[in-house]
């Protein structure tokens, strides 16, 4: 009889072991313009962890590349890929990092893509609940396999994610970039990047499409025919006939100099 009890009881524990590996499914929502995902943490251990674990097919060191998992307390966090397909199901990225000091926001890429580029989420932890966002916009850009490239690092104050978000880290707040068209992400190569890397610089065509992320002021600033056509000599080129100019609300906007006698000062241009 006691062997029997402890059979049953070992089933059990067994059984509760497999549900939590299992984890929970959520369905992301979708970002509701400018979102602040800083929440102070309450209690001393961590909401959120990243864990890593092995890839399928690796066999041993250098056999498969990390792939990392994210856990909400004692729950393996599962998202909901597609609203009508239940088993396009993912729990494995290829990134992880948390986004603020207080760890109740990171950002997330899927480990596999069946698109353009993996697709990005946001996972915060608001008022005690795990909150789960998508950070995608559609497009119809005709150029989008071009410009859409992911996640850029811009220095130490966030990422720009296929340009059309930029997430700042420490904070974890997350801006929709205003494009310059509106079905279609911005269609340019990210330039440059005012001092306080507030403003970031497109190469548009034959233009400078410019945004200032955290008021969502833009401008566009016509390039010159002179412009050079080989790649390497077109920013030194801009350093000496464009310079950055601020407006009346502290904006800072690249613009061509009225005077291209003007001394540049080679610490206004900041690539990255």
Same mark, same amino acid.
């Given at each position: 009889?006691?062997?029997?009890?402890?059979?049953?009881?070992?089933?059990?524990?067994?059984?509760?072991?497999? &549900?939590?590996?299992? #984890?929970?499914?959520?369905?992301? *929502?979708?970002?509701?313009?400018?979102?602040?995902?800083?929440?102070?943490?309450?209690? $001393?251990?961590?909401? %959120?962890?990243?864990?890593?674990?092995?890839?399928?097919?690796?066999?041993?060191? #250098? #056999?498969?590349?990390?792939?990392?998992?994210?856990?909400?307390?004692?729950?393996?966090?599962?998202?909901?890929?597609?609203?009508?397909?239940?088993?396009?199901? $993912?729990?494995?990225?290829?990134?992880?990092?948390?986004?603020?000091?207080?760890?109740?926001?990171?950002?997330?890429?899927?480990? /596999?893509?069946?698109?353009?580029?993996?697709?990005?989420?946001?996972?915060?932890?608001?008022?005690?609940?795990? /909150?789960? =966002? !998508?950070?995608?916009?559609?497009?119809?850009? *005709?150029?989008?396999?071009?410009?859409?490239?992911?996640?850029? &690092?811009?220095? &130490?104050?966030?990422?720009?994610?296929?340009?059309?978000?930029?997430?700042?880290?420490?904070?974890?707040?997350?801006?929709?970039?205003? *494009?310059?068209? +509106?079905?279609?992400?911005?269609? #340019?190569?990210?330039? %440059?990047?005012?001092?306080?890397?507030?403003?970031?610089?497109?190469?548009?065509?034959? !233009?400078?499409?410019? =945004?200032?992320?955290?008021?969502?002021?833009?401008?566009?600033? +016509?390039?010159?025919?002179?412009? +050079?056509?080989?790649?390497?000599?077109?920013? +030194?080129?801009?350093?000496?006939?464009?310079?950055?100019?601020?407006?009346? *609300?502290?904006?800072?906007?690249?613009?061509?100099?009225?005077?291209?006698? &003007?001394?540049?000062?080679?610490?206004?241009?900041?690539?990255?």
């Amino acid at each position: 009889m006691k062997q029997h009890l402890y059979v049953m009881l070992l089933s059990l524990a067994l059984f509760s072991c497999n &549900r939590k590996e299992e #984890g929970k499914i959520y369905s992301p *929502r979708t970002l509701k313009g400018k979102e602040d995902f800083n929440q102070f943490q309450q209690g $001393a251990e961590n909401a %959120l962890t990243i864990y890593t674990h092995t890839a399928e097919g690796n066999t041993g060191a #250098g #056999g498969g590349q990390e792939r990392f998992g994210v856990k909400f307390r004692d729950t393996t966090v599962r998202i909901q890929l597609n609203a009508s397909d239940k088993d396009a199901v $993912a729990d494995q990225f290829a990134l992880a990092e948390f986004l603020n000091t207080q760890k109740t926001a990171l950002l997330v890429q899927l480990a /596999d893509s069946s698109g353009l580029t993996a697709p990005f989420y946001l996972i915060a932890v608001k008022n005690g609940k795990l /909150d789960v =966002v !998508s950070i995608y916009r559609p497009s119809q850009g *005709r150029e989008d396999h071009r410009f859409t490239k992911g996640l850029s &690092r811009i220095g &130490r104050s966030g990422y720009l994610i296929n340009n059309d978000f930029f997430i700042t880290t420490v904070d974890a707040k997350v801006y929709p970039l205003t *494009r310059q068209n +509106p079905g279609e992400r911005i269609q #340019g190569l990210h330039f %440059l990047n005012s001092a306080d890397k507030k403003t970031l610089v497109f190469l548009v065509s034959s !233009s400078l499409y410019e =945004v200032n992320y955290p008021t969502g002021e833009v401008y566009t600033q +016509p390039l010159s025919a002179d412009m +050079p056509k080989v790649p390497a000599q077109v920013f +030194p080129w801009i350093q000496n006939n464009y310079s950055w100019q601020t407006n009346a *609300r502290g904006v800072a906007f690249l613009k061509k100099n009225k005077d291209n006698d &003007r001394i540049i000062d080679i610490r206004e241009f900041k690539k990255s």
